[in-house]
């Protein structure tokens, strides 16, 4: 005799079953670097030539993933087997290296598995056994799923930004020099020197000991006094501390992005200083303002706003002296280009635009 089960009752069997749940597929070594690739907002260099044997750069990631041996985040060898599972050592060792992470002495390119325990011991994104620089990662062989990959990624990404910091200025020592990227150093320039950080990319640097925060843009290499962890450019030090503190020690970075992906609400722009080579705006007039925020600026000397140029053309006689140690305050209502004419109390003037911009909740 035959007994039937429904397919509810075959259902209910199943769930209350000690059988076990399908388990996530491992992530493939070409899907594991492209996410890791991508939430970088990093713009591809060009490449020109092939540079694994199984990767043509016509394939899926395929510029991407020899972008990134060029650059050296992904090793040089003669195969990449982008389509094998990912394993936690290789993903880890990847994950530093693309996130810039410094190993004292070494270049990027040259950070390899056998600095993983040391990095672990600073960052704790992995299970490890040990302690110190003597930790050593637990099971690096084990493949890795996406939602491990993304919870590794997040874990550092929060330990990076979380991460305090010590800097010091460079100035006039410098100024016109050439950078390491070919520029010539401006002091006055919102930008700063890290040993590690790709060109372009632009760093919120935050002073903890009064939450005063400014957007620099990476343009150099530097410095190279162990402990220290970059250089700012003298304007963009004093957004953060008075020149006479030299170097702050309680400050945290927070990348965000290349430059030229990153839209104007996300980063603060240059700052328009100088009316005359003794007459500076104090921070100066910015290149872009968010709407809903205030230009508020004061001088190293007595200054004259003498008029105002609003987006549709009209324009407002001011004639507003500030003194030194008062403040000029203006308050833009639409977005727009806005053109000032500011002078020095000899009758030197100097004509400034900033441009008013719309930013979302997100800042983009």
């Known amino acids: 005799m035959r007994t039937f089960l429904s397919s509810i009752t075959i259902l209910s069997i199943l769930a209350s079953s000690s059988l076990p749940a399908f388990a996530a597929a491992p992530m493939t070594r070409r899907d594991g670097y492209l996410e890791m690739w991508n939430s970088l907002r990093r713009p591809l260099g060009t490449v020109t030539r092939k540079t694994y044997d199984d990767v043509e750069l016509t394939d899926r990631g395929g510029t991407e993933i020899t972008y990134g041996v060029d650059r050296g985040l992904l090793p040089e060898e003669e195969t990449f087997r982008p389509g094998d599972?990912?394993?936690?050592?290789?993903?880890?060792?990847?994950?530093?290296?693309?996130?810039?992470?410094?190993?004292?002495?070494?270049?990027?390119?040259?950070?390899?598995?056998?600095d993983l325990s040391g990095l672990l011991a600073r960052y704790p994104i992995a299970q490890t056994e040990g302690s110190?620089?003597?930790?050593?990662?637990?099971?690096?062989?084990?493949?890795?799923?996406?939602?491990k990959l993304l919870d590794v990624m997040r874990s550092l990404d929060q330990d990076l930004r979380d991460e305090q910091h010590e800097i010091s200025l460079y100035g006039e020592n410098f100024h016109g020099q050439g950078t390491a990227f070919g520029e010539t150093f401006d002091m006055e320039a919102m930008t700063a020197a890290h040993r590690t950080y790709p060109a372009n990319t632009l760093v919120?640097?935050?002073?903890?000991?009064?939450?005063?925060?400014?957007?620099?843009?990476?343009?150099?290499?530097?410095?190279?006094v162990k402990g220290r962890d970059m250089d700012l450019s003298l304007a963009a030090f004093l957004q953060?501390?008075?020149?006479?503190?030299?170097?702050?020690?309680?400050?945290?970075?927070?990348?965000?992005?290349?430059?030229?992906?990153?839209?104007?609400?996300?980063?603060?722009?240059?700052?328009?200083?100088?009316?005359?080579?003794?007459?500076r705006l104090l921070p100066g007039i910015p290149q872009v303002l968010k709407l809903g925020e205030s230009l508020i600026i004061?001088?190293?000397?007595s200054f004259v706003v003498r008029n105002v140029t609003y987006p549709d053309g009209n324009v407002s006689d001011v004639q507003d002296w500030i003194l030194a140690g008062d403040e000029y305050r203006f308050v833009p209502s639409v977005?727009?280009?806005?053109?000032?004419?500011?002078?020095?109390?000899?009758?030197?003037?100097?004509?400034?635009?900033?441009?008013?911009?719309?930013?979302?909740?997100?800042?983009?």
Request: hydrophobic residues 35%.
């Open 85 to 114: 599972p990912l394993t936690l050592e290789d993903a880890l060792l990847w994950l530093f290296r693309t996130r810039s992470v410094e190993v004292w002495g070494k270049k990027l390119n040259e950070v390899s598995k056998d």
């Open 132 to 147: 110190g620089t003597g930790a050593a990662l637990v099971n690096g062989a084990s493949t890795v799923t996406e939602e």
């Open 204 to 224: 919120k640097v935050t002073n903890l000991d009064n939450g005063k925060s400014v957007t620099v843009r990476i343009n150099d290499r530097g410095p190279y």
């Open 240 to 279: 953060l501390a008075p020149r006479s503190a030299g170097v702050l020690r309680h400050v945290t970075f927070q990348r965000m992005g290349d430059a030229n992906l990153v839209g104007v609400c996300a980063a603060e722009p240059r700052y328009q200083t100088r009316i005359t080579k003794n007459v």
């Open 298 to 301: 004061h001088g190293s000397q």
């Open 335 to 364: 977005v727009g280009d806005y053109v000032f004419k500011v002078a020095t109390k000899t009758g030197r003037s100097r004509e400034m635009e900033m441009r008013v911009v719309q930013c979302d909740a997100q800042g983009n």
